[in-house]
């Protein structure tokens, strides 16, 4: 089974827009979401929810203040702040936890003289399958200050894999999170291959170093594709040579477009209007299939 993940290691390079494109020629794709910090792909793809499901990770620590006896001890081993003083004006004073300074450690639990604390597991988000014009899609929303987004990045992979083996899909599509931190790491794991969109920029230039180094040390083969390339023709051509020293093929160029903009606005993939634009993802999109322009 081919897995596509399509990175980037700095945010607004048009690593969405580019995938959407891609989910759309594939045409019966399963397409992953692994964004899941800053999930955008449903914007364009306009999925149906068919199935949803509560992600939990983690405990949270509560105090149950009528069994609160105010010793303190909370407070004093807690190595985050997150234990603050609740009204004292009302009986003797008790302790509540705010639950977003809680890094659920469980120290609080353990030392707690009376058992005043409970531990439940925490709600973090929530993960969808869903029915696109492109074929399936699983996708998901980490929760308000949440965290452990790098295993709900690997749940929906799981996922997605999941229905691409019941419904003989031979192709997973992934649009991974930026940067090169865990969520990465978890969208990459692999995977079969990556595709690097970038822009003919200084930070572009840096931040590609940083993603072409990490799917080197996962060993993942490794394409790159300049966005926006004629903004600054020798920014890009630079980018290009140093992909191609750390041994990544480039898969082509996308040409700055306005069209861009308006097919977003219209919830739709840019391959999906007549642009130069199209012209050129539909080019990328061959050399991926074929490896050849």
Request: proline share 4%; hydrophobic share 40%.
């Amino acid at each position: 089974m081919k897995e596509l993940v399509v990175i980037s290691g700095k945010g607004g390079t048009g690593k969405t827009s580019v995938t959407a494109s891609l989910a759309v020629m594939a045409g019966n794709a399963v397409v992953a979401d692994c964004d899941v910090d800053a999930a955008d792909l449903h914007l364009l793809l306009s999925p149906s929810v068919m199935e949803k499901h509560v992600f939990r990770s983690g405990h949270e620590a509560v105090i149950r203040t009528d069994d609160c006896t105010g010793c303190g001890t909370c407070r004093y081993n807690c190595r985050f702040d997150a234990v603050k003083p609740a009204d004292h004006s009302i009986g003797n004073p008790v302790y509540t936890i705010d639950p977003i300074a809680c890094e659920g450690c469980g120290v609080c639990v353990h030392f707690c003289p009376v058992n005043a604390i409970d531990f439940p597991e925490q709600i973090c988000g929530d993960w969808m399958i869903s029915q696109t014009r492109c074929g399936p899609m699983v996708h998901a929303r980490l929760g308000i200050a949440a965290e452990n987004s790098g295993k709900l990045v690997s749940l929906v992979r799981q996922e997605a894999r999941r229905v691409a083996k019941e419904n003989g899909h031979n192709t997973i599509i992934v649009d991974g999170p930026p940067g090169i931190g865990c969520p990465v790491i978890a969208s990459l794991t692999g995977s079969t291959h990556a595709l690097v969109i970038t822009e003919p920029t200084v930070s572009g230039e840096h931040d590609l170093k940083r993603v072409l180094k990490l799917t080197r040390h996962f060993n993942i083969p490794t394409f790159v594709c300049v966005n926006k390339w004629d903004l600054n023709v020798s920014m890009t051509q630079n980018i290009e040579s140093l992909a191609q020293r750390s041994g990544a093929k480039i898969a082509g160029r996308i040409r700055y477009d306005t069209n861009m903009t308006q097919a977003q606005i219209q919830g739709l993939a840019i391959v999906e209007t007549k642009s130069p634009a199209a012209d050129d993802i539909r080019s990328i999109e061959a050399f991926l299939t074929t490896g050849k322009e």
